[in-house]
Structures are given as structure tokens and as C-alpha cells.
């Protein structure tokens, strides 16, 4: 699909504001609404828009604690399948990256506490799959949090 100008600012629109009337989109565009509509239905058909969500502010969810936790696991058969399909099972894990480097994934973890997080690490984490050794580092502040991708690399 070759994007137009106007598909890369509905792109744009959509990426900070999801609940944006279609009417509002397209003044904000320079389109009418049936048109503005179509192209959107076509990017979220493409696949360019994979699906809208609400963003919550994790701190009002009482989830204090964000930790990265970098993961080594062993390399044998199935290790890495069944790491993964256990990471999968956690809520905590907000998100879990194959990472290249010295070590295999690095987990993304939204917990309430100091006490959640040595929970989860000691019951749940260190009894995954082939799970050989973690390393935990906590965020003290966060000074930006986007979940909008540049778009300049679009043709």
C-alpha cells in the first residue's frame, strides 16, 4: 500500500488521539468524512493499524514498581518456546523482547511494590522454563514514554 500525505497525518492523529471522531479527523486532515473514513478502514486493513487501546497511567493503577529485567536462559531443545509461552501467562510482564547480546530477553514488569516484585521474581520468574540467571533494574523517573512510532520513514 503507498501511503499518501494524508494517510501519514491520519497516521499521526490516530497515534495521539484513538478516540478522534472520524468528522473531527477529517477537518483536521483536509478530507470529507466518507474518504478520511475509507483510507482509514484500508490502513487498519493493511495492517499498518493493528488496533486501539486505551493507555492507562500505570501509577493511578497502583503499579509503583517498573522494572526491566534482563533474562539468560539455557540453550536446549524447547528452552526458548516454553520460556516464552510461560512469559506469556504473566500479567506483570507488560512486555518481553528476544534481545541480541548477553542475554536473551529483557522483560518489561508493572508491579504494586517492592514485595509484588520479589514475589513474582522468586515464585513465578526464577521457575520459568530453563530460566539461568536475571538481572533487575529499576526505573527511578521517566522522562519519555511514547507509544506514537515516527512516521518520516514511511514512503
Known sequence: MKLTRADRKILQILQEDGKISNVDLAERV????????????????SG????YVALLDRRKAKLDVLAYVEVQVNH?????????????????????HVMTGSFDYLLKVAVPN????????????????????????FVLDTIKDST??????LS
Request: aromatic share 6%; net charge positive.
Open 148 to 153: 506514537a512510532l515516527p512516521l518520516d520513514y
Open 48 to 51: 499498518l493499524i493493528s488496533g
Open 76 to 96: 536446549v531443545e524447547g528452552a526458548a518456546e516454553a520460556f516464552q509461552q510461560a512469559v506469556m501467562r504473566q500479567p506483570e510482564v507488560v512486555s518481553c
Open 114 to 137: 517492592l514485595d509484588a516484585y520479589a514475589d513474582f521474581t522468586m515464585k513465578r520468574l526464577l521457575k520459568m522454563p530453563s530460566v539461568k540467571d536475571i538481572r533487575s533494574s
Open 30 to 45: 483536509g478530507l470529507s468524512p466518507s474518504p478520511c473514513l475509507r483510507r482509514v478502514k484500508q490502513l487498519e486493513a
